[in-house]
């Protein structure tokens, strides 16, 4: 890898915080900014709300699950599917 990974860990490593409604409640998630960026495009790409996500991603572990893991975990998993040469196991 040719870039120097330490301009990417400064430019994306800010935390930024979005309230969310999650079954009829406003959270307050706090993600970097690369992890928003990130469930944007995957939002737009599956015609989906992050809100509906974190619905999902609480019906699956729980109420009360840590959100901004769960969320991070979906993104990387998301992606790491798209790539053709890797497979979720």
Do not use: K, Q
Request: with cysteine; glycine share 6%.
């Amino acid at each position: 890898m040719d870039t120097d990974i330490s301009l990417y860990l400064h430019v994306w490593s800010a935390l930024s915080e979005r309230r969310v409604r999650v079954h009829g409640r406003d959270v307050s998630v706090r993600l970097e900014s690369l992890y928003f960026d990130a469930l944007d495009e995957l939002c737009e790409r599956e015609d989906v709300g992050i809100e509906e996500l974190a619905e999902r991603i609480e019906r699956v572990s729980g109420r009360g699950c840590n959100l901004e893991e769960g969320l991070r975990t979906l993104v990387v998993a998301y992606y790491r599917s798209a790539t053709p040469s890797r497979t979720l196991h």
